[in-house]
């Protein structure tokens, strides 16, 4: 299935005094690899609510295997999990600049017709841009 690669430089206000980042973060990382997933297909989350689709999170799960630091230079690899329906679920994986395995995630986010505030299934041009690849 479609993944991606985003680096990030952790930044000092997301460690604790050891320097280490605070565990709170990492859902803050899935997201942005989550988004820029997205934005590799073309799209952004602020032009699917313009087109009146929201995805909230409804499940999240993360398993913590090392530490990231202040100023890491960490990946987040973003993996869709299968062609989504109402649901769209991806599995993450988070890696050090030492190429060392940090975390393992999952992520389950629905289709919401921004309007109606209805489940959705996902939206057809997703769906095609998805099969191009």
């Known amino acids: 299935m479609k993944k991606t690669f985003t680096d990030i430089r952790v930044r000092y206000g997301e460690t604790d005094q050891m320097g280490v980042v ?3 973060n990492y ?3 899935l997201e942005q ?6 934005r590799a297909l073309g799209f952004s989350y602020k032009w699917m609510e313009a087109n009146n689709v929201h995805l909230p999170v409804v ?6 295997k090392r530490p990231a630091y202040y100023d890491d230079i960490i990946t987040v690899k973003t993996t869709l999990k ?6 769209i679920e991806f599995e993450y994986e988070i890696y050090n600049q030492s190429k060392q395995l940090l975390v ?7 289709f919401v017709n921004s309007t109606t505030k209805k489940l959705m299934k996902a939206p057809d041009y997703l769906l095609e841009k998805l099969k191009e690849d």
Do not use: C, F
């Open 27 to 29: 859902a803050q990382y």
């Open 22 to 24: 605070y565990y709170g």
């Open 82 to 87: 299968q062609i989504p329906t109402v649901k």
């Open 59 to 64: 499940h999240l799960n993360i398993d913590y």
């Open 104 to 110: 393992t995630a999952t992520t389950i986010l629905v």
């Open 33 to 38: 690899g989550r988004t820029e997933w997205l």
